[in-house]
């Protein structure tokens, strides 16, 4: 079992619907998530950060934590054209350490 | 803030030749830096971290004769791919570990796309 499961997609949605994305984990001890953002032929941008379990919201960002699920999720609300892109989850035991990857989740917003 | 720099952007080179990249913290110090390498639709394979005035510590097959890791300073790490070959084209992308807005985690550089012919 890999350590971090993430659906890869592609997810096509029309523009102003919601985006949905999650990952499984297999690893109890994580403690920090991340959802990261990568642009074709880019680098990753982190666009949320949680610690433990919980919502966070940013904008038209939310970022869900189960930990007794083992389960993360990123809603994305009004997407827009520019939300094009792959979508990595990424979370560690230690905020700023090695860091597992999910293998990205690319998301298609059609105008 | 938090803002990761990579050089060169893209290289291509003829096979047998080294090729060296760049990556630096702009605006924080960065005592370990990691580098990744990513095959397109693929998610990011961990290289090796890169700890500032010591040796990089290297992943389960990885070469590290052939992948030079130099972390000099505490904004500056350098990879070295030696004698290219067709099959070390990829993406290859760094990324510092850094404090920012309360956020201790990885800053991630833009990338630098090598292709070996």
């Known amino acids: 079992q890999k350590e971090v499961e993430q659906d890869p997609g592609p997810l096509s949605v029309p523009e102003g619907a919601i985006v949905s994305l999650n990952c499984t984990y297999s690893?109890?001890?994580?403690?920090?998530f991340m959802w990261y953002r990568q642009y074709s032929r880019k680098g990753p941008e982190l666009l949320m950060y949680t610690y433990s379990s919980g919502n966070k919201e940013d904008g038209r960002f939310t970022a869900q934590v189960d930990k007794s699920s083992k389960y993360i999720s990123l809603f994305i609300r009004d997407s827009q054209p520019s939300d094009s892109a792959t979508y990595l989850c990424?979370?560690?035991?230690?905020?700023?350490?090695?860091?597992?990857f999910g293998k990205g989740n690319q998301v298609v917003v059609i105008p | 803030g938090a803002v990761v720099s990579q050089h060169p952007s893209w290289v291509i080179c003829k096979s047998g030749t080294s090729v060296k990249i760049e990556c630096r913290s702009l605006d924080f110090q960065a005592t370990t830096m990691f580098w990744y390498r990513q095959f397109p639709k693929q998610s990011l394979m961990l290289m090796a971290t890169s700890n500032e005035g010591s040796k990089a510590t290297y992943e389960q097959g990885v070469e590290k004769d052939k992948f030079l890791i130099n972390h000099a300073s505490l904004t500056l790490s350098t990879l070295t791919v030696t004698s290219a070959h067709p099959e070390d084209s990829s993406f290859y992308i760094c990324?510092?570990?850094?404090?920012?807005?309360?956020?201790?985690?990885?800053?991630f550089g833009p990338g630098t796309r090598l292709t070996v012919l």
């Open positions: 990324s510092a570990r850094g404090d920012a807005g309360g956020r201790s985690t990885q800053y």
């Open positions: 690893n109890s001890a994580f403690q920090y």
């Open positions: 990424a979370m560690s035991v230690y905020g700023n350490n090695r860091l597992a």
